[in-house]
């Protein structure tokens, strides 16, 4: 694969945040700079003739643990490739690696990972990965009755020291989760803002007025709408009544609140995806995977987050579940699955479907003037799509890095 220093593509369906374009691209450098409708685009340039494909922006995935066999919390190079390189290929152009509740030497060296990744782009000729946007700080501070397959044994409170050492690697996170009914869960969110990082609600019990109070302390994102957190139903009460809402009718209720769906279409029946889209519309909801290790593997048992610690799942029926089968333990599929499946259970226009999975995941993530759209400056990140939305060609800032013609 050699780069590219101009791109051009014809005869495409430019995916615009509003709405399909039918038309051509064209890129320097890297960056999209011009683009059009129709084919007024000069017939002696040479460029690729995509035949009426959808030209899309470059998936970007927040909460993302593996893929390929590999768990980022195997802390290795070679772990961090093989995730990389496998997300890229489901279109997926940049993520946030996503840690799991583990001890503290695994985390940090999970963040120390991220942050030599983030700062060192892949070498030209090696075999290209998806960008690391910078971690999702996931864990280990959430609440022991909504962990879901995390490993109750490592799960803590915020103590100072911990979180002082693990805000070491401030500069390399992106965004951190908390369960706010935990014990100095105030103290964690002050110390993340202060360095700038975004702050998320996840596996939490929390009440609504616990939500109110976490919308105070910054929190702007609560993680996978609907799976381990707390609901009218779910809420443990001092009383019988009135019933009162949690994380789940906090979250639809504040339009301050952005949030994401597993859209593997296991996780949550297309009603539940309808619902999600209806009440946060295309500008607050992103598409995440949640993907472990079994992305791309056969089914069976794996481990998810690190070997030595983490906890066993098995993959079945496209989908993780916990060992005895009776509890989700996180994703198997990549985001064009995402995306078909959010597309057929909403029926919503495809703009808004690729947004989810592009535009809002970037902006969420703070990186919406580099990323997520086909706009004039950006980076040249595409995800080439046939009619049934499959993946044909992926594009990394200008250079083809996945082709299913390829040999
Ligand atoms: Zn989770």
Redesign the pocket.
């Known amino acids: 694969m050699t780069c590219c220093s101009s791109l051009r593509f014809a005869q495409a369906i430019l995916v615009r945040p509003d709405r399909l374009v039918p038309g051509w691209l064209h890129c320097e450098n890297g960056r999209i700079t011009a683009w059009g409708e129709g084919d007024s685009f000069p017939k002696d340039q040479e460029a690729i003739d995509l035949q009426g494909q959808f030209l899309a922006p470059g998936f970007v995935d927040l909460?993302v643990h593996g893929g390929d066999g590999a768990d980022f919390m195997d802390t290795t190079a070679d772990a961090f490739r093989t995730v990389l390189q496998a997300h890229l290929r489901h279109g997926t152009t940049s993520l946030l690696p996503t840690s799991i509740v583990a001890r503290h030497e695994q985390i940090r060296e999970f963040l120390s990972l991220c942050r030599q990744f983030r700062s060192s782009p892949t070498p030209r000729g090696a075999e290209r990965e998806a960008r690391v946007l910078g971690a999702h700080l996931?864990g280990p501070y959430f609440a022991p009755s909504a962990r879901?397959?995390?490993p109750a044994g490592a799960l803590r409170i915020p103590e100072a020291a911990e979180v002082e050492q693990l805000l070491q690697f401030a500069d390399a996170i992106v965004t951190a989760t908390i369960a706010p009914e935990l014990p100095r869960a105030n103290l964690f969110a002050a110390a993340c803002r202060a360095h700038g990082i975004r702050l998320n609600v996840?596996?939490s019990h929390a009440t609504f007025e616990q939500m109110v109070q976490a919308l105070d302390w910054g929190v702007r994102h609560v993680?996978?709408l609907f799976?381990?957190m707390s609901d009218r139903a779910r809420l443990r009460q001092s009383q019988n009544y009135p019933m009162r809402g949690g994380v789940l009718e906090a979250t639809l209720f504040f339009d301050e609140l952005t949030t994401e769906v597993i859209a593997d279409g296991k996780h949550l029946a297309p009603e539940l995806l309808r619902l999600a889209a209806k009440v946060k519309g295309a500008h607050r909801l992103a598409l995440v995977t949640?993907a472990n290790r079994a992305m791309d593997m056969p089914d069976g048992e794996y481990m998810f987050g690190p070997q030595d610690g983490g906890e066993p799942m098995q993959k079945r029926d496209g989908v993780g579940l916990t060992l005895d089968g009776t509890g989700l333990a996180?994703g198997v599929m990549g985001m064009d699955h995402a995306v078909r499946t959010m597309h057929q259970a909403t029926r919503l226009p495809l703009p808004d479907i690729i947004r989810m999975a592009s535009l809002t995941p970037a902006r969420i993530a703070g990186w919406d003037d580099e990323i997520g759209s086909l706009d004039v400056g950006k980076r040249a990140d595409f995800v080439v799509l046939d009619s049934h939305l499959r993946v044909q060609s992926v594009y990394q800032d200008a250079v083809p890095v996945f082709s299913i013609s390829a040999p």
Do not use: E, I, P
Request: aromatic share 8%; hydrophobic share 10%.
């Open positions: 909460h996931y879901g397959c995390h996840g596996h993680d996978h799976c381990a949640d996180s």
